[in-house]
Nanobody, 120 residues
């Protein structure tokens, strides 16, 4: 399973960005997708995740009320709408998926990362 992330960039504090991540390959079913981020000198942290079946979402506390994760199951795509961005949101954002391949194997995949920079 390959993940292609896009949508990062430079934005002023208070602005918005929308990240997209498309899963492709020998996918039988994508069970869950999520976004992680890693700032310089910090550990990678989960920002948001979504179950593709139930639609149940999880957010890190700092993202609640500002970020929204959504999915398009038909396109194996997950989005992260980020509003009211703060300088502390700046990081490389990574897409992650938990999938079942056509051969029946569970596959955990990471995208290549997309840079989000927030100027104050």
């Amino acid at each position: 399973v390959q993940l292609q992330a896009s949508g990062g960039g430079l934005v002023q504090a208070g602005g918005s960005l929308r990240l997209s991540c498309v899963a492709s390959g020998s996918i039988y079913r994508v069970n869950e997708m999520g976004w992680y981020r890693q700032a310089p000198g910090k550990q990678r942290e989960l920002v948001a995740s979504i179950s593709t079946g139930s639609g149940r979402t999880t957010y890190v506390d700092s993202a609640k009320g500002r970020f929204t994760i959504s999915r398009d199951n038909g396109k194996n795509t997950v989005y992260l709408q980020m509003n009211s961005l703060k300088p502390e949101d700046a990081a490389v954002y990574y897409c992650n998926s938990d999938s079942l391949s056509d051969s029946g194997s569970r596959v955990l995949s990471w995208g290549q990362g997309t840079q989000v920079t927030v100027s104050s």
